[in-house]
Structure formats: C-alpha cells, structure tokens
C-alpha cells in the first residue's frame, strides 16, 4: 500500500510519511487510499497466481484466509482480488456495531438506543448478484450475531432482508476486533 503512494502524482510533488494502521481504516470518499489498496493487491495478488490458487479451493471464509496467508497479503485485499476474477459467488461482510442515521443524534447526545450489528464494508463477486448496503443491520437470532456474542466462529444459513426482498444466505463468521484510537472496535467478518 504504501509503495503505491509513491507513484501518485501527489506524492511527487509533496513526499511525505503515510502510513495507516489498519488495511482499509480510512473514509471510504478517500480516494487516494483506495488508489494505494487497488495498486498493493496488484502487486501483491498478481491474477496469474491467484486465480489457480483460488480455483483450487472451495468459496469459504477458511479459503480466503488461506490465500492471504500464502500471499501475505490482508484478508481484505484478498477478497477484494479474489472478487475481481469472480472465481466463486461470495461476499465478505464486516460487521460492526452502530446506529441508524436517524439514530445517531441521540448516541451522540448520551441517549442511545441499543446499537446493532451493521454493515460497515461489504466487498462481492459480480456472480454473488446482491449489493449489500452499507449500515445495513442483521437479526439478533443470525448466526453473524452469534460470532458477535460468542467470540467464536459460526456458520448457518441467514436471512438478510433488503427493500421489500428477503435473501437466506449461507454465512460463515469470525469475529474479529481490531484496534481503532486505542481502543479496540468489534467487528464480525
């Protein structure tokens, strides 16, 4: 990622230290970082090796693991190289906790509603066919919420409902925190 910043022009002209703590802890309208994550899964997930690697696996949350892992690579620019040869129809979901926007205010004013499991970054495959919103919340009986309460990993066939259609979707869970301003952040994959 970081050897990605230097070949945009604006480094260039303004060299300087970039250096994130997390793959993908940035806005998601930060253009340049999303630039830097694109060109470090070229560089490090060349179509040439992944895609035999993943079609010699089956589409699951342990084979995506498995290829970051041999490609030393994050499990996010993993799935998001992985997605791009659309080798397997899947999605990788993360799950944090948080609010509605319409919500927020009272979070934000020491008022808060119980906050839910919500989409925060959702990376598919073309042939997974559904486009998962952000902020969007799963059910408490999930098995997603369960990893979440658990701390353990889950499996099951869940049902995710957006506008008026209603999808089961068989979901594998792990759950897995990161830290975030020193403090650490739940989140379920």
Do not use: M
Not at 3 to 9: C, D, E, G, S
Not at 30 to 42: I, K, T
Not at 96 to 115: I, N, V
Not at 138 to 156: K, L, W
Request: some cysteine; hydrophobic content about 40%; glycine content about 4%.
């Amino acid at each position: 990622h970081e050897i990605a910043h230097t070949l945009l022009p604006a480094y260039a002209t303004h060299p300087h230290d970039v250096e994130d703590a997390h793959t993908g802890d940035y806005p998601q309208t930060a253009e340049e970082e999303h630039l830097c994550d694109v060109g470090a899964s070229a560089l490090l997930l060349p179509e040439r090796w992944l895609r035999p690697a993943a079609q010699q696996r089956t589409p699951s949350l342990a084979s995506l693991q498995d290829l970051a892992r041999q490609f030393k690579a994050s499990l996010e620019a993993t799935a998001r190289a992985v997605a791009r040869l659309d080798v397997w129809p899947f999605a990788l979901v993360a799950w944090e906790p948080g609010w509605r926007k319409a919500d927020r205010h009272l979070a934000e004013a020491g008022q808060p509603s119980p906050a839910a499991l919500r989409v925060s970054r959702a990376i598919a495959s073309p042939s997974f066919g559904l486009y998962i919103p952000r902020n969007k919340s799963i059910a408490e009986d999930s098995s997603v919420y369960q990893a979440y309460q658990t701390h353990a990993p889950t499996a099951g066939l869940d049902r995710l409902t957006i506008g008026e259609r209603t999808w089961e979707l068989q979901a594998e869970s792990a759950y897995s925190a990161y830290n975030r301003n020193g403090g650490i952040q739940p989140r379920v994959i």
